[in-house]
C-alpha cells in the first residue's frame, strides 16, 4: 500500500514568488493536514482538510492556503514567499472517520532566496 | 508557557539501554497522544497511539500517558543503532480538533554501537 506521497520533494523559490506542493494521501483516507517543520518553531499546523472542506486550521497568515479535491489529492499554496517561509513542508492524512492514526509524507523541502 | 515540552537533548546512550523519553503538556483538552521518530531529512514515522491515559506496548516500545499530571514518556527497551533520530510527541483533542496535532520540539537519541 503506497504511503503518503509529496511533490515536489526539493524547491527553490525567489523572494516575493509563489509555491504550490501537492499531495496525494494513503488510499481511503479523506483527512489531508498540511504541517510546516522549522529548527526553531518545530513541526506547526497549518490546516486540515476533509471532504474537500477545510476543518481546521492553524495559526498562519492568509498567504497560506490549500484545497483538497473530490479524489482527497490536496494542494497548498504561499503566496509572497519570504525568507522566513523556508522549511520543510509535510502533509499528513488519515482515514478521518474519528481514528487519530495520522501518517507524514516524506516532506517537501523549499528554500526562498 | 508551551502547550507541550520536549527536552531536545541529545541523548547519547549505549547499545542495549533502556531509553526513556518524555513530555509534559499544559493544555487539559489534549485526549489523543502520539510518538514519531524521524531521521534526518525523512517525514516523521508513527510510532505509537494512545487515546487518553494508560500503557500500550509494541514490541520494543511502551508509550506511557499520565493524564492527572499531565505527562508522557516512550520507553525503548534493548536499544539499536538504528533507532538514533529525533523523537517527538504529539497531542490533539477530540472532536473536530483531533486532527490538529500540536508537537513537541523533539528529542535527538544517539545510541553508540
Known amino acids: 500500500k503506497a504511503g503518503v506521497t509529496q511533490t515536489p520533494r526539493y524547491l527553490i523559490k525567489t523572494r516575493g514568488q509563489q509555491v504550490t506542493l501537492s499531495c496525494s494521501p494513503i488510499s481511503g483516507h479523506r483527512s489531508v493536514s498540511w504541517y510546516q517543520q522549522t529548527p526553531g518553531q518545530g513541526l506547526q499546523f497549518l490546516f486540515e482538510?476533509?471532504?474537500?472542506?477545510?476543518?481546521n486550521k492553524g495559526n498562519f497568515p492568509g498567504r497560506f492556503s490549500g484545497r483538497q479535491f473530490s479524489n482527497s489529492r490536496s494542494e497548498m499554496n504561499v503566496s509572497t514567499l519570504e525568507l522566513g517561509d523556508s522549511a520543510l513542508y509535510l502533509c499528513a492524512s488519515s482515514l478521518g472517520d474519528g481514528t487519530n492514526t495520522i501518517y507524514f509524507g516524506e516532506g517537501s523541502w523549499l528554500t526562498v532566496v | 508557557q508551551k502547550e507541550v515540552e520536549q527536552d531536545p537533548g541529545p541523548l547519547s546512550v549505549p547499545e542495549g539501554a533502556i531509553v526513556s523519553l518524555n513530555c509534559t503538556y499544559s493544555n487539559s483538552a489534549f485526549q489523543y497522544f502520539m510518538w514519531y521518530r524521524q531521521y534526518s531529512r525523512k517525514g516523521p514515522e508513527l510510532l505509537m497511539y494512545?487515546?487518553?491515559?494508560g500503557n500500550k506496548e509494541d514490541g520494543r516500545f511502551t508509550a506511557q500517558v499520565d493524564k492527572s499530571s499531565k505527562y508522557i514518556s516512550l520507553f525503548i527497551r534493548d536499544s539499536q543503532p538504528s533507532d538514533s533520530a529525533t523523537y517527538l510527541c504529539a497531542m490533539s483533542g477530540s472532536g473536530g480538533s483531533n486532527y490538529k496535532l500540536t508537537f513537541g520540539k523533539g528529542t535527538l537519541l544517539t545510541v553508540n554501537p
Open positions: 494512545t487515546y487518553s491515559s
Open positions: 482538510y476533509f471532504s474537500e472542506t477545510q476543518r
